[in-house]
């Protein structure tokens, strides 16, 4: 991919791994955590929740939405709902397995270039999942958008790659965006002028490519490959 970016800006979630196994492990906490507080079944709950993270995983009121599915009155979930919130977000995987050859293909691209993690998502569960997949090395720097003024911030607004291209010390322009998720990844790239790589990996593999990326790749493997051959 020519010419060589100044440096590169990469996605989290369901570009380096996938965002499913966090979320399976999250939803078993609240199931846990409904049982302790209410007596409810742990794995009808929990599978009441993953389905609605299975609807849209960045939708708010999830445990909102399970909790009704489960048959509680308006009553009885709002009383819940605050401390399996608290559950959900306070999950801590001890290990989250990147997408085979992510973990290398991030090694090669650091090797070659300044590598930034653009994320969005409560930086609480963004750190822990950094933590559970050994990410963190990685990064010259790891931008959550959420601390820079909430979900208002999040992709495609601009101040994230911003603040990625600030901490790599480049023009937002010279850089290159690797993400899943055209609408976000590729929009925030095109925002700015930077050239995107869209992967065709998790729970947006399938959406169309609007807006067109520079380029669309398989996986993150590939991305790299066009950037370091």
Do not use: W
């Not at 020519?2 to 939803?27: C, H, K, R």
């Not at 599978?47 to 909102?64: E, K, M, N, P, Y």
């Not at 010390?169 to 869209?198: C, N, W, Y």
């Not at 990326?213 to 398989?218: D, G, P, R």
């Amino acid at each position: 991919m020519n010419p060589a970016p100044a440096g590169v800006v990469v996605d989290l979630d369901d570009t380096i791994f996938p965002q499913s196994s966090y979320l399976y492990g999250a939803s078993r906490a609240v199931g846990r955590a409904g049982a302790v507080l209410a007596g409810l079944d742990p794995v009808r709950l929990s599978r009441l929740v993953r389905r609605q993270l299975v609807a849209g995983s960045d939708r708010g009121g999830t445990i909102d939405r399970a909790l009704g599915d489960y048959g509680l009155d308006a009553d009885e979930a709002t009383g819940l709902v605050p401390a399996l919130v608290a559950a959900f977000t306070t999950y801590r995987p001890r290990r989250l397995p990147a997408y085979p050859g992510a973990l290398t293909a991030l090694a090669a691209l650091a090797e070659r270039f300044p590598v930034a993690c653009l994320t969005d998502g409560n930086p609480v569960i963004q750190r822990a999942k950094l933590a559970a997949t050994g990410l963190t090395g990685f990064f010259t720097a790891v931008v959550i958008t959420d601390e820079l003024g909430g979900r208002t911030h999040r992709k495609p607004h601009p101040s994230g790659l911003l603040h990625a291209a600030q901490a790599l010390g480049a023009d937002p322009a010279d850089l290159v965006v690797i993400g899943d998720r055209p609408a976000k990844d590729t929009a925030v790239a095109a925002s700015l002028g930077a050239r995107s790589i869209r992967v065709c990996t998790g729970e947006y593999a399938d959406v169309p490519d609007d807006p067109a990326a520079t380029v669309v790749a398989a996986d993150l493997p590939a991305a790299a490959a066009l950037l370091i051959s």
